[in-house]
């Protein structure tokens, strides 16, 4: 057998493009490669802050992601993915400008849990910014535009901390607020069968938002766990 050569690097299937922030990222958070059983290609998108790409929209950015990820694949990786879920609104034009599959957004899984859900029930998405998600991120991830939205905005430590991109994070207080979050929207929408967590770093409070409320919860790592199975299929 001959090797085949061609990538500048190897063994990483999935490159992620990776927002510009010093917050800390936990075991459980995308950008944690300890968060993965396989390895990840990061790079880092320069000038593309929490609050720029949340809450403005990502005003100007588009083409400094085109080029990261283009970037990526040049450097070998099959498959891209963003941490963050905001960034659903560049899906079209990142697929198109890289030639490779592209899953900008943990909210792409929306209509797949729909599918999986007996009939009077739906998904229910978490976000970290309820205010700023607009129908056209909801859109440009395939999401049904009458699906029920929660935000940890109101709570005291986890989107204050994240999108402020502050150096210290209290993990309990941000699991709290992503716990009450995800109570408070099931309790206003009872046909709520499933939770889809928009935003990256809720990961590592995925497992309490589950016991909290009962519901299967479905965020980025089980959406990027799934995309690699395709891009790189398991050898039996």
């Given at each position: 057998?001959?090797?085949?050569?061609?990538?500048?690097?190897?063994?990483?299937?999935?490159?992620?493009?990776?927002?510009?922030?010093?917050?800390?990222?936990?075991?459980?958070?995308?950008?944690?490669?300890?968060?993965?059983?396989?390895?990840?290609?990061?790079?880092?998108?320069?000038?593309?802050?929490?609050?720029?790409?949340?809450?403005?929209?990502?005003?100007?950015?588009?083409?400094?992601?085109?080029?990261?990820?283009?970037?990526?694949?040049?450097?070998?990786?099959?498959?891209?993915?963003?941490?963050?879920?905001?960034?659903?609104?560049?899906?079209?034009?990142?697929?198109?400008?890289?030639?490779?599959?592209?899953?900008?957004?943990?909210?792409?899984?929306?209509?797949?849990?729909?599918?999986?859900?007996?009939?009077?029930?739906?998904?229910?998405?978490?976000?970290?910014?309820?205010?700023?998600?607009?129908?056209?991120?909801?859109?440009?991830a395939g999401v049904p535009a009458d699906t029920p939205v929660g935000s940890t905005e109101g709570g005291r430590e986890f989107t204050r901390a994240i999108l402020g991109n502050e150096l210290e994070l209290d993990?309990?207080?941000?699991?709290?607020?992503?716990?009450?979050?995800?109570?408070?929207?099931?309790?206003?929408?009872?046909?709520?069968?499933?939770?889809?967590?928009?935003?990256?770093?809720?990961?590592?409070?995925?497992?309490?938002?589950?016991?909290?409320?009962?519901?299967?919860?479905?965020?980025?790592?089980?959406?990027?766990?799934?995309?690699?199975?395709?891009?790189?299929?398991?050898?039996?």
């Amino acid at each position: 057998m001959k090797a085949q050569g061609g990538k500048a690097v190897y063994g990483a299937s999935v490159g992620i493009l990776m927002l510009e922030a010093r917050f800390p990222r936990i075991a459980g958070d995308m950008g944690n490669a300890t968060s993965w059983d396989f390895p990840v290609h990061y790079k880092i998108v320069r000038g593309a802050s929490p609050d720029k790409v949340v809450r403005r929209n990502a005003d100007g950015l588009l083409p400094d992601f085109i080029a990261a990820a283009q970037e990526l694949v040049a450097d070998g990786v099959d498959g891209i993915t963003t941490n963050c879920g905001f960034l659903s609104i560049f899906q079209q034009e990142i697929a198109e400008a890289v030639g490779v599959p592209v899953a900008t957004s943990s909210l792409m899984q929306t209509a797949m849990v729909n599918a999986l859900l007996p009939r009077g029930k739906r998904a229910g998405i978490l976000t970290i910014s309820g205010s700023t998600l607009t129908p056209a991120h909801l859109s440009a991830a395939g999401v049904p535009a009458d699906t029920p939205v929660g935000s940890t905005e109101g709570g005291r430590e986890f989107t204050r901390a994240i999108l402020g991109n502050e150096l210290e994070l209290d993990t309990a207080a941000a699991e709290a607020d992503n716990v009450d979050a995800a109570k408070a929207l099931v309790a206003a929408h009872p046909d709520i069968g499933a939770l889809v967590l928009e935003c990256t770093n809720m990961g590592p409070y995925a497992p309490a938002i589950r016991a909290a409320t009962g519901l299967p919860v479905f965020s980025i790592l089980n959406f990027v766990a799934w995309f690699q199975a395709g891009l790189s299929p398991r050898r039996f």
